[in-house]
């Protein structure tokens, strides 16, 4: 018990200096509460507003993708290099040390292989097992216009719901098949029913057409996917014109991981984000990264 003698008498009250009371720094995220705040503020930086999401939850549909054979010896040294780690509980339990303080979002659906129709997935993760892990998201796919649209909205609006009760947010991963157009139209359709029902941030694709449309009518913030390996000048470019047209980040995983030098690679990428570093520079800072191993 502290100790009631000596009390000091209090003063320093400050009167006249109101207390701040500041808004939120992320888009839509402002009537939320303390902890999905906190959560989010360690997912994107509360300088820059953005993000560095490095994803390597391929596995859960692909098994053992190209660059993330061994997750032990190839994604662990990027960890400084990124704001979260997104992935399996598997291999956060396998394979990631829980002494690593990076944010953690967790691949909470799945039930489908590459071998069948993706989109019929289910939950994969139950709450308490995401509360368990200290995740700081959890992210979700969402196939609007897929075959098991509903079934995978559902699975979204389950984990916001239950996300609420534990303060944890939830990202939608708008995930096309393969009969879809990838335009604008698709993507604001797309992004805005996630954000309606609930989601506290959306991942998407980049596309050169209109991408500005996307963000600006979606009210949580939007994360580009990095997609499938191009060139790292291109996948620069890429995050460089999402950044400028309203994207607060990248959830980026082959365009990193399978890079020539991954480790130059997601520094450059974190310019691009964080400090609005043009293509060009980017590309330069990657190449003497690179070269410097
Ligand atoms: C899998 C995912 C991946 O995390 C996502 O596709 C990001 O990786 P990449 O940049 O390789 O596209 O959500 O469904």
């Known amino acids: 018990m502290a100790d009631l003698d000596g009390v000091k008498e209090a003063k320093n009250f400050h009167a006249g200096v109101p207390q701040q009371s500041d808004g939120f720094f992320l888009k839509g995220s402002n009537s939320l509460d303390w902890g999905m705040k906190n959560r989010l503020a360690r997912i994107f930086n509360p300088k820059s507003g953005n993000t560095v999401m490095l994803a390597v939850d391929h596995g859960y549909f692909q098994g053992p993708t190209t660059g993330l054979e061994r997750i032990d010896l190839d994604i662990l040294?990027?960890?400084?290099?990124?704001?979260t780690l997104m992935l399996t509980r598997g291999i956060l339990r396998s394979v990631v040390p829980p002494s690593m303080t990076l944010p953690i979002v967790i691949r909470?659906?799945?039930?489908?292989?590459?071998?069948?129709?993706?989109?019929?997935?289910?939950?994969?993760?139950?709450?308490?097992?995401?509360?368990?892990?200290n995740v700081s998201a959890m992210?979700?796919?969402v196939f609007i216009g897929g075959e098991y649209e509903k079934q995978s909205i559902h699975n979204m609006t389950r984990l916001i719901d239950q996300g609420i009760r534990a303060g944890i947010p939830t990202l939608a991963v708008t995930a096309v098949g393969k009969d879809m157009a990838r335009d604008a139209r698709y993507?604001?359709?797309?992004?805005?029913?996630?954000?309606?029902?609930?989601?506290?941030?959306?991942?998407?694709?980049?596309?050169?057409?209109?991408?500005?449309?996307?963000?600006s009518c979606c009210p949580v913030p939007i994360v580009i996917a990095g997609g499938k390996k191009i060139p790292e000048f291109d996948?620069?470019?890429?995050?460089?014109?999402?950044?400028?047209?309203?994207?607060?980040?990248?959830?980026?995983?082959?365009?990193?991981?399978?890079?020539?030098?991954?480790?130059?690679?997601?520094?450059?990428?974190?310019?691009?984000?964080?400090?609005?570093?043009?293509?060009?520079?980017?590309?330069?800072?990657?190449?003497?990264?690179?070269?410097?191993?």
């Not at 040294?77 to 704001?83: G, K, R």
């Not at 292989?113 to 709450?127: Q, T």
């Not at 950044?243 to 310019?271: H, L, T």
């Open 187 to 215: 993507f604001r359709l797309a992004t805005r029913i996630c954000a309606e029902l609930g989601a506290h941030y959306v991942k998407t694709y980049y596309i050169e057409d209109g991408f500005e449309t996307v963000t």
């Open 235 to 293: 996948a620069l470019t890429m995050a460089y014109n999402a950044i400028q047209k309203g994207a607060n980040g990248v959830d980026m995983g082959r365009n990193i991981f399978q890079s020539e030098s991954p480790k130059a690679m997601i520094q450059a990428v974190g310019a691009v984000v964080h400090n609005n570093e043009t293509p060009e520079k980017a590309f330069q800072m990657y190449n003497d990264l690179k070269n410097q191993g």
């Open 108 to 133: 909470a659906s799945g039930g489908s292989s590459i071998l069948k129709e993706l989109s019929n997935e289910e939950i994969a993760v139950a709450i308490d097992d995401s509360i368990r892990m």
């Open 139 to 141: 992210a979700v796919q």
């Open 77 to 83: 040294p990027l960890v400084p290099y990124a704001d």
